[in-house]
């Protein structure tokens, strides 16, 4: 299963990496995040720009249990690791992850600002999570649970500060983000 998850997302990602290529190379600077409203206004009744609202619909619908599968694995790895497997504890992570999916589809109106919270770096914002995480949080957590040193000990109380300094930064970030939010609006 893990082989055809893979597989799976790295056809997906090959599919979404081409479409963005085509719309950058179309409308360079002036792409709209997202691309085929795009197409939709510069050839309003094509056919062929039908078809690719199509495919990318298909494959839009086709990934969804690909993000479920690792989601939910982690999830249940996370909060019922030491229990056995149940389809209660299944079906409610699976109806979970789509309430947020719909959520975050119906309230967001740009995917810029998803990409403000999550992603390292985009043109006009900086990811406030996974930046931090992988800069100041990660570091200093896989060092106080990978050593075995004293908790007194410089390296140890290093490693929080930088864990606490990353938790901060963090919440700072997403702070001025959702400011500049509710500014813009």
């Known amino acids: 299963m893990q082989n055809v998850t893979n597989t799976a997302i790295a056809l ?3 599919i979404y990496f081409i479409s963005a290529l085509f719309g950058y190379l179309t409308f360079y600077d002036k792409v709209a995040s997202d691309v085929l409203q ?3 206004k510069y050839l309003p009744h094509d056919g062929v720009v039908r078809t690719v609202r199509l495919c990318f619909l298909c494959a839009v619908i086709l ?4 993000i ?3 989601a939910r694995k982690a999830l249940m790895m996370m909060f019922f690791s030491n229990f056995s497997f149940s389809w209660i504890h299944h079906f409610l992570i699976t109806l979970a992850l789509n309430i947020i999916i719909v959520l975050c589809a119906v309230y967001v109106p740009d995917i810029r600002n998803v990409f403000g919270v999550i992603v390292l770096s985009f043109p006009s914002v900086k990811g406030s999570s996974t930046s931090t995480c992988l800069t100041f ?5 896989f060092y ?4 075995r040193e004293d908790f007194l ?3 140890k109380l290093g490693a929080f500060v930088l864990f606490i ?3 901060l930064v963090g919440n700072f970030s997403l702070a001025v983000i959702v400011f500049n939010w509710i500014n813009n609006k």
Do not use: E, M, N
């Not at 990934?63 to 690909?66: A, C, F, K, R, Y």
């Open 12 to 14: 997906s990602f090959l």
């Open 165 to 167: 300094l990353g938790v």
């Open 153 to 155: 000990s410089w390296k």
């Open 38 to 40: 795009d197409y939709g």
């Open 137 to 141: 949080v990660f570091p200093g957590l």
């Open 68 to 70: 479920h599968f690792p």
């Open 63 to 66: 990934t969804v249990p690909l």
């Open 144 to 147: 106080l649970k990978l050593s």
